[in-house]
């Protein structure tokens, strides 16, 4: 029984030991070894700077701090919390997931909330071209835009780490060049193999396409119909038909500073803007979301068809038709299933 009990006492004790606390330590641009070890006796990481200091000393390693915001386990001996902060790998980092098709507002919510920035620190640097234009010109068929009004749609939606103090310059030049990664190989194909989407016998610019396929983002939910809306908007801006697309109406409402609304009405889409496809011919004056590689390589190679409507069949899918009284037949059908 005995024994017993001196091993439930050394388990309790090893169990005790395996869980550290961690806490982040901001290391300042240029802070010295004093003060640093002044900082961490504030925060109550260490109890003498006296014996800190002379640690250090004797470590050889008052000269090894960087800056940076480093992710700790106090509860170690004087040596542990030298190393850990001097070791890199301790860098706090955030990671965030920027989904397909979400707009610079939703970007900025997810990285205001993550810590990353203050609230509206992304989309009024990403929407002041006296801000990103340097980046921009860095990447290879957006250069060729001499007035870019914001750079929607061309920061691609993916998995980033970041550290804790990164700069949203940094932030955004890391998405675009991801962007820049991803989307540019499948454009210059699109260029080799002929397929780029002509618009009244023009090839649609790169600026264009990516214009595209926004809307394709925003429309679509399955892989496999990404191309079919493709066509559909070709083919309409090739009658000179308006495009009439719902997302670009939300955006307009967005820009207005309206609420979100699931459900448009026939007044919404009379809104006043640039952006709305009902009011005005051909593609909004810039992309409307971040898509997806899938819908940017729908846009840069639609399938052939002669369909020039759609309506959602309220699973995910669509019913594509070639004349009006099709679909105004389908939409009415599926409106049956709203109520």
């Not at 970007?107 to 921009?136: Q, R």
């Not at 983002?217 to 083919?235: F, G, Q």
Request: glycine share 4%.
């Amino acid at each position: 029984m005995q024994k017993i009990k001196v091993a439930l006492l050394l388990l309790l004790l090893s169990m005790s030991t395996s869980f550290s606390r961690e806490i982040i330590v901001p290391i300042q641009k240029g802070a010295s070894a004093y003060a640093i070890t002044k900082q961490l006796k504030d925060m109550g990481i260490i109890d003498s700077e006296f014996l800190f200091k002379l640690k250090l000393k004797l470590m050889k390693r008052e000269s090894s701090f960087h800056y940076g915001n480093y992710e700790i386990d106090p509860d170690v001996s004087m040596k542990g919390i030298i190393l850990q902060l001097q070791d890199r790998k301790n860098l706090a980092m955030i990671q965030i997931t920027i989904p397909e098709g979400y707009n610079l507002y939703k970007i900025d919510k997810i990285l205001s909330e993550a810590g990353l920035i203050e609230e509206n620190e992304f989309y009024t640097f990403t929407t002041s071209p006296s801000k990103f234009n340097s980046l921009a010109k860095k990447v290879p068929y957006l250069n060729l835009e001499e007035n870019i009004p914001r750079l929607e749609g061309f920061l691609f939606p993916d998995t980033y780490t970041f550290e804790y103090d990164t700069s949203i310059k940094k932030i955004v030049e890391t998405m675009l060049n991801n962007f820049q990664k991803k989307a540019i190989p499948i454009y210059e194909d699109a260029i080799k193999n002929k397929t780029r989407p002509i618009r009244l016998g023009k090839v649609l610019s790169f600026y264009n396409i990516i214009s595209l396929a926004a809307l394709i983002e925003n429309e679509a939910v399955v892989d496999s119909e990404r191309r079919l809306i493709a066509s559909v908007y070709m083919n309409r801006m090739n009658k000179r038909m308006i495009l009439g697309a719902c997302p670009t109406v939300l955006y307009a409402r967005l820009l207005k500073g309206l609420p979100w609304k699931d459900t448009l009405s026939y007044k919404d889409t009379e809104i006043d803007s640039d952006y709305n496809t009902y009011r005005n011919s051909g593609l909004p004056p810039s992309p409307i979301s971040s898509p997806g590689l899938e819908s940017i390589k729908a846009a840069m190679n639609p399938l052939k068809s002669g369909y020039l409507f759609f309506v959602s069949k309220r699973d995910g899918t669509h019913r594509f038709t070639k004349t009006e009284r099709e679909h105004l037949n389908w939409s009415r059908k599926y409106s049956k299933l709203d109520n």
